[in-house]
């Protein structure tokens, strides 16, 4: 896995394990840390689309943006109906960080090269976000219906994560 790959994860861990050593986040918090994964793995797909060396890559890319861009579609109509404006906080300022790192070292690169970082990104993303719904914002969402979104777009997300492995496998990374 690439340098940047891991440090994006890691960096997702530790945002979400300092969330954890602390009271949770509060919903407004977490409406901005969805809104903030969601928007970063757009950002990362529509680069791929463009910048994917394989046909397959590049249609995993669209499914990205397309999934992601309707998880926010869904998040931010939450948010209006429950009249909360998403938060700003430690972990959604480091997903942005760890996301515009990442698209600054996929910028820099070409072909297959391309491919494998972008697809062990997308790996590496999805397992640490799986692991900040299950183990913090699930946890930590008071409303209802905001802790049923988390739910719904679970295993969306871990269908994301094992076609990026099924990817990656492909593509030897």
Not at 6 to 12: F, G, P, S, T, Y
Not at 79 to 92: H, R, Y
Not at 131 to 138: C, Y
Request: a positive charge; proline letters at 5%.
């Amino acid at each position: 896995m690439p340098f940047r790959s891991v440090l994006a994860a890691a960096v997702l861990a530790a945002a979400a394990s300092s969330v954890l050593a602390q009271p949770g986040p509060t919903d407004p918090q977490i409406a901005a840390i969805v809104v903030t994964a969601n928007q970063v793995d757009v950002d990362a797909g529509k680069l791929a689309q463009q910048r994917g060396h394989s046909g397959e890559v590049r249609k995993f890319a669209k499914q990205m943006v397309t999934d992601h861009t309707a998880v926010n579609k869904q998040a931010g109509a939450l948010v209006q109906k429950l009249k909360v404006k998403p938060e700003p906080n430690d972990t959604s300022a480091s997903l942005q960080k760890g996301g515009d790192e990442n698209m600054a070292s996929l910028k820099k690169l070409k072909g297959a090269a391309f491919d494998k970082a972008y697809v062990a990104h997308e790996v590496a993303y999805h397992q640490a976000v799986l692991d900040a719904i299950d183990k913090t914002l699930i946890p930590s969402a008071s409303n209802a219906e905001l802790k049923a979104l988390l739910v719904k777009v679970r295993p969306v997300i871990a269908e994301h994560l094992e076609h990026a492995r099924h990817l990656q496998s492909q593509l030897g990374a």
